[in-house]
């Protein structure tokens, strides 16, 4: 995790642009043209590069959702590789939202998206995701984890795994007790994950590569997870849209205000929508700037909004 705890730090902000992009969150001037995925993909692409250009020096990441680019298919991949390489090359730490989990041998696979394409003879792997972290999904146990472990220490990454969901019905198991003992699977999951990570814990910063997910919109059971997880950084959603306030993430961070990124994505990306005046736009540009301009407003309210909160 140091490369994210030396971004934030660097930016005095510990929260994550949602890069998500739908077709209802752009300016309809965007798609006026658009006849193909293709299209839809270009269009994408310059909506992030608009949002990331206004805020890459004010918050340390961003965390595109492959699925938003993935349904429209493989024009819509490479808009999500390209928006990662660009990313990047702003300085932004790039969190990849893939939620990967399988059996061992597959999720070895879905691993390259950290390590990058297998190794074969005569070639070198290659980055083709240009991710930092990713998050993924523990059902499967630790041998749906390890490769992502293994691949992230290979390459100094880290992953995020979901412990505690922000949506509604993530009660339905994740607040399940298990039989014997007093513990949620939740909070079941957050003693594994310092276990998986002990191995990687940075010498400095004390945290290991393996993050947990812990939702804004659950405050209580996000203090619980915090003392059980010490070690284990936390990637945060639903801040914002979802209904997660400032006031509710004080518990989710450490005792120095670090040890938490907090995500916003629909109220940061569409911000604009939200404007007193929105103008008939008369070019993309003009469009974009709009987006762009209420993009870094929300992105600096919110940082003014945690910072005050942890105070
Ligand atoms: O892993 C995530 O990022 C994630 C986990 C979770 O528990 N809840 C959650 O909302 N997310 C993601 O965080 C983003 C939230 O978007 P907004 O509600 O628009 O800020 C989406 O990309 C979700 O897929």
Redesign the pocket.
């Known amino acids: 995790m140091r490369q994210l705890i030396e971004a934030i730090t660097r930016t005095s902000n510990p929260s994550v642009v949602?890069l998500?992009p739908k077709p209802s969150l752009l300016p309809k001037i965007l798609l006026r043209n658009a006849k193909s995925p293709q299209d839809v993909a270009q269009a994408y692409f310059s909506f992030n590069t608009a949002i990331i250009d206004a805020v890459y020096d004010i918050v340390p990441a961003v965390?595109p959702?492959i699925?938003?680019y993935e349904s429209w298919g493989e024009a819509g991949i490479n808009a999500y590789t390209r928006t990662n390489e660009y990313a990047r090359s702003r300085g932004l730490y790039v969190l990849g939202?893939i939620?990967r989990g399988d059996i061992g041998s597959t999720a070895q696979a879905y691993a390259s998206h950290l390590n990058g394409t297998p190794k074969i003879e005569g070639m070198e792997p290659v980055d083709v995701w240009h991710e930092d972290a990713v998050?993924v999904n523990p059902y499967l146990g630790i041998d749906g984890i390890e490769p992502f472990i293994e691949a992230a220490q290979e390459c100094d990454k880290d992953i995020?795994v979901?412990a505690?969901?922000?949506?509604p019905s993530?009660a339905d198991l994740q607040d399940l007790t298990i039989a014997n003992t007093n513990l949620t699977l939740s909070e079941h999951v957050a003693l594994l994950l310092e276990q998986w990570g002990e191995t990687t814990r940075d010498s400095q910063y004390g945290y290991s590569r393996v993050g947990a997910?812990?939702?804004a919109t659950h405050p209580v059971i996000g203090a619980k997870l915090r003392e059980l997880m010490p070690h284990t950084f936390f990637?945060v959603?639903?801040?914002?849209?979802?209904g997660g306030t400032a006031r509710d993430l004080r518990g989710l961070f450490d005792s120095n205000g670090m040890g938490a990124l907090v995500?916003?994505?629909?109220?940061?990306i569409?911000a604009w929508q939200k404007a007193e005046d929105i103008p008939e736009f008369s070019s993309t540009e003009q469009a974009l700037d709009f987006v762009a301009h209420y993009a870094r407003e929300a992105a600096l309210a919110m940082k003014n909004d945690i910072t005050n909160a942890l105070s």
């Open positions: 949602g998500d965390k959702q699925a938003m939202d939620k998050t995020f979901l505690k969901t922000s949506n993530s997910v812990v939702g990637l959603p639903g801040y914002g849209a979802q995500n916003s994505s629909r109220g940061i569409a």
